[in-house]
Nanobody
């Protein structure tokens, strides 16, 4: 399984970005896929996840501002981030876990920087 994240960048507070994650070597059936982020000096944290037949899951800090979606046919996952805040600054990682396994696959990360 390989995950390729893209779409990060520098944006002013209140702006928007859309992250994309391209998956290969897997299908989107029976997996949970989503985004985590890690800010400098902090632990990696969940941002949002999505899976077939399940409601999306969001961190409280991004609810109402971020939307996760996926295209099963294209094996793409997206994170639309609106009303960005400086505290959203972090490296964002795409993540995939099969329901039958505890193993997690990680993408290479994409930097999101929000200036005040």
């Amino acid at each position: 399984v390989q995950l390729q994240a893209s779409g990060g960048g520098l944006v002013q507070a209140g702006g928007s970005l859309r992250l994309s994650c391209a998956a290969s070597g897997t299908t989107f059936s029976m997996v949970t896929i989503g985004w985590y982020r890690q800010a400098p000096g902090k632990e990696r944290e969940l941002v949002a996840t999505i899976a077939n037949g399940r409601n999306p899951n969001y961190a409280d800090s991004v609810k109402g501002r971020f939307t996760i979606s996926k295209d099963n046919a294209k094996k793409m996952v997206y994170l639309q981030m609106n009303n960005l805040k400086p505290e959203d600054t972090a490296v964002y990682y795409c993540n995939l876990r099969a329901w039958s396994s505890a193993h997690r696959y990680w993408g290479q990360g994409t930097q999101v920087t929000v200036s005040s």
